[in-house]
């Protein structure tokens, strides 16, 4: 029975442990987070050819509008708006060629946006393009977004990120989603662009170089997760990722529990995927001298903030009444440590709308979202679980 008692023991300590170095990952980037980072400009000697690419799967209504709102995009130079078109209707597409968009059909058996993708680099090959940006089909660019990416390329960047804000804050989810959105920017971008790393990328509103990016596609195999692979891609290429945190684009935000289980599932297939792929080679290309690999191998072990606020909940009521492992000390202190975490990483806007403080009701409805996600990664192997859009107009409150 000791046996089993000193087993019991080292579990639980091993788990305490392991959510102890999340909780310190996490804080750490949250405080560096809180430092600035050089203002963007404008000016740039080149005006560099940019391809806008639209990825879009069976989205109908919302990539119109969206096409229609980046062809009156302000910028210096020449660019044009590209819709990779896989599932359109006929009328859709001829509607999008009226407006002046250039349309590259696709048709797959099985869809990945990063195949979409890699088809139409390969097709666009050849027309003069220097940048290429990846919006998702409900993204909107900020004023001067085009000219603030082709000055940061003027000065040698190769991948820029910018920053993915919310356009939609209309229900209490919506806010909700909103707030982890920008925790994610400031742990996972700002955080990180602070001590000189590079951002995570996070799918759309990423700028490469053309050919660079093409080179990338063609490798990148099928996967549910195309940012993540580019992400270790670009870093074992020691190609270093640029974060413009006052360029924002625009996304649309997930208004309800099904939709958010619904991309969380994708999210975490995702994460798993990787961690399988890369935990061994993380070390590996540590001890070459490759932080930047390392580091995107270390975010892959983190469990998702919101199944770890839950969990560290239930490991402090349940310390309690079990004399294993941690106290309710160590338990209560790391679930207070974490709130403070997510709350210092809210930006200070939030904090004055009303509307935060109902969504926050909406975090136990999330949490077990989570939860159903987690056991349903197995449907994003075998589905391209899209998630669905609207147009919603851009909420600056």
């Given at each position: 029975m000791e046996v089993i008692y000193s087993v019991l023991n080292f579990l639980f300590w091993l788990l305490g442990i392991y959510l102890l170095l999340n909780c310190c990952y996490l804080a750490?980037?949250?405080?560096v987070g809180l430092f600035t980072l050089?203002?963007?400009?404008?000016?740039?000697?080149?005006?560099?050819?940019i391809a806008v690419l639209f990825p879009t799967y069976q989205e109908n209504v919302v990539i119109v509008e969206s096409v229609k709102a980046a062809l009156k995009h302000s910028y210096n130079g020449p660019f044009e708006v590209i819709v990779i078109?896989?599932?359109?209707?006929?009328?859709?597409?001829?509607?999008?060629?009226?407006?002046?968009?250039?349309?590259?059909?696709?048709?797959?058996?099985?869809?990945t946006k990063?195949?979409?993708?890699?088809?139409?680099?390969?097709?666009?090959?050849?027309q003069g393009f220097d940048i290429a940006l990846v919006l998702d089909v409900d993204n909107v660019m900020s004023e001067n977004c085009l000219n603030y990416i082709n000055n940061a390329f003027e000065h040698g960047q190769r991948v820029?990120?910018?920053?993915?804000?919310?356009?939609?804050?209309?229900?209490?989810?919506?806010?909700?989603?909103?707030?982890?959105?920008?925790?994610?920017?400031?742990?996972?971008?700002?955080?990180?662009?602070?001590?000189?790393?590079?951002?995570?990328?996070?799918?759309?509103?990423?700028?490469?170089?053309?050919?660079?990016?093409?080179?990338?596609?063609?490798?990148?195999?099928?996967?549910?997760?195309e940012d993540k692979q580019l992400d270790f891609m670009i870093a074992k290429d020691r190609v270093h990722v640029t974060y413009m945190n006052d360029v924002y684009v625009y996304d649309e935000k997930v208004e309800n529990a099904k939709v958010f289980t619904k991309q969380r599932t994708r999210w975490i297939a995702s994460q798993v995927e990787f961690l399988k792929k890369y935990a061994f080679e993380g070390f590996v290309q540590l001890f070459n001298g490759n932080l930047?690999?390392?580091?995107?191998?270390?975010?892959?072990?983190?469990?998702?903030?919101?199944?770890?606020?839950?969990?560290?909940?239930?490991?402090?009521?349940?310390?309690?009444f079990n004399p294993f492992g941690p106290t309710v000390i160590f338990w209560a202190g790391l679930?207070?440590?974490?709130?403070?975490?997510?709350?210092?990483?809210?930006?200070?806007r939030f904090y004055a709308d009303r509307r935060l403080y109902i969504a926050m009701l909406q975090i136990p409805k999330a949490m077990i979202g989570m939860v159903v996600a987690l056991f349903s990664i197995g449907k994003a192997k075998k589905s391209f679980m899209v998630t669905p859009h609207s147009n919603k107009p851009i909420d600056k409150n």
């Open positions: 750490f980037f949250t405080l050089p203002k963007s400009k404008t000016s740039a000697e080149q005006s560099r050819k078109a896989d599932g359109l209707q006929p009328e859709t597409l001829h509607t999008l060629k009226e407006l002046g968009a250039q349309v590259i059909e696709v048709f797959f058996e099985k869809s990063g195949k979409a993708m890699k088809f139409a680099m390969n097709q666009l090959e050849g820029v990120q910018t920053h993915r804000t919310a356009k939609n804050m209309d229900s209490s989810f919506a806010f909700l989603d909103a707030c982890n959105e920008e925790v994610n920017n400031h742990i996972y971008r700002k955080g990180q662009a602070v001590l000189g790393l590079s951002p995570a990328l996070i799918g759309s509103g990423m700028a490469f170089e053309f050919e660079y990016f093409r080179n990338l596609l063609n490798n990148i195999g099928e996967t549910v997760g930047e690999f390392f580091n995107k191998t270390l975010q892959t072990f983190l469990v998702p903030r919101m199944l770890l606020l839950g969990l560290l909940f239930v490991m402090t009521l349940q310390s309690i679930f207070i440590c974490l709130c403070l975490t997510l709350l210092i990483a809210v930006p200070r």
